[in-house]
């Protein structure tokens, strides 16, 4: 810890202007982790260049104009990039205050889903459609509720000072809270987003310091659940034969093998350095379906390579590692399970996404968080972007 006893504030002259106080010691710009936000960003933009590579050929999708999605993309980024900087300005305790609003939000979104506003896209009725083509999907701000809401439910009485570690009562709440949101889109169903849910809800438990017997208990009523779905047939038939076809990879490699069969071949056909941008022999001849969404990475493996591929995975690293130091060093419990269930979120997300695509776990039609075309994705998680850099800031300068 740094000793704060010698620390002398900063004294501006009228001379010095604007930059120098952007440039002070104890400017609020100095508070943010840029090491994460670089990477973040050089992450979202370079995905732009994937993204109109596995589009610009398809003219059904981008209606005849090549750069569609392109723009698109970096709208969202730009938009994503707004929604950062507004939850860094709110803060962490106006939003640790606003977090019921948010949550009872989204629910109230999960629900219209449900109701006439639904719209079934690529088998799952997960999605809100107005006009223009806008669309929402609200499964990704449910992460964003559930990790905020069993913050502030796990920590309330730990910050407050009363217990060493949640009671029983707070984690029944947090779970409670968690499992609202995950039950109704189970109901639509996405199968992928509620996997991604309960993995973070068990990352949160174990940062908030929950006595083991709930994780076990998490674990074992997560395979109880997982064969009552199956058994009483509340999966798709496409949910199925994707199990299916990732137990048995050569079961119907023209049918429901297909997208992992054709994505395995454009990652591996890339070799060490790659066919090089818009060049991949797979992705300009169609091969990969939802290759700008699900499959992104098959095209950052056919034309960059292992090389482009590494980096890519690289500065996800950066970014779970910076996240990480930050649930480290926060000040409060509130902070550290925040900063964890973000971490949890990312990384068990990425890897279902980057596992998918090279056949080892199942396909779930989850995007690859910074990477993957889509609006809600890139909006939800630079808003946990902003809540790593709120919890940050909260903390001493120097540590």
Not at 167 to 178: E, F, K, N, W, Y
Not at 381 to 391: E, T
Request: hydrophobic fraction near 50%; include cysteine; glycine fraction near 12%.
């Amino acid at each position: 810890m740094t000793s704060y006893g010698s620390y002398r504030p900063v004294r501006f002259s009228p001379r010095r202007g604007n930059l120098a106080r952007v440039l002070a010691k104890d400017s609020p710009l100095r508070r943010l982790d840029w090491i994460m936000i670089l990477s973040a960003l050089g992450l979202s933009l370079g995905s732009s260049l994937l993204v109109w590579s596995a589009t610009r050929g398809r003219d059904t999708l981008t209606h005849g104009d090549p750069q569609y999605f392109l723009y698109r993309h970096l709208t969202n980024l730009v938009i994503g990039l707004g929604l950062c900087a507004v939850t860094v300005l709110i803060g962490t305790r106006r939003l640790r205050t606003a977090v019921p609003f948010v949550y009872l939000a989204v629910l109230l979104l999960l629900f219209a889903v449900l109701s006439p506003l639904g719209s079934t896209i690529n088998g799952a009725h997960s999605w809100i459609q107005f006009g223009g083509g806008f669309s929402i999907q609200p499964a990704e701000f449910a992460k964003l509720a559930i990790v905020m809401g069993m913050a502030v439910v796990l920590s309330a009485r730990v910050d407050a000072g009363e217990r060493e570690y949640p009671p029983t009562r707070s984690v029944l709440q947090g779970l409670a809270v968690a499992a609202v949101p995950m039950g109704v889109v189970m109901l639509m169903p996405d199968l992928g987003s509620v996997m991604v849910m309960a993995v973070t809800v068990l990352g949160i438990l174990l940062a908030s310091g929950a006595a083991n017997r709930w994780v076990f208990g998490l674990l074992g009523a997560g395979v109880a659940g997982a064969i009552a779905v199956w058994q009483l047939g509340v999966l798709d038939k496409y949910q199925i034969d994707r199990f299916a076809a990732f137990a048995n990879p050569a079961l119907d490699p023209a049918g429901v093998g297909y997208n992992t069969a054709q994505a395995r071949i454009a990652i591996g056909s890339g070799g060490l350095t790659g066919m090089g941008l818009f060049h991949g022999t797979q992705t300009m001849g169609q091969f990969v379906p939802e290759q700008q969404t699900d499959f992104v990475f098959t095209v950052a493996g056919e034309e960059l390579g292992f090389v482009g591929a590494l980096a890519l995975i690289g500065l996800l690293g950066v970014i779970l590692w910076r996240a990480c130091r930050i649930a480290r060093q926060a000040t409060d419990l509130y902070g550290t399970v925040l900063a964890a269930g973000v971490v949890t979120w990312f990384a068990f997300q990425a890897f279902e996404n980057i596992g998918m695509n090279l056949g080892i776990m199942p396909v779930a039609g989850i995007p690859l968080p910074f990477v993957s075309y889509g609006g809600s994705s890139m909006f939800a998680v630079w808003i946990a972007i902003g809540l790593l850099q709120s919890v940050r800031s909260q903390r001493p300068i120097g540590i």
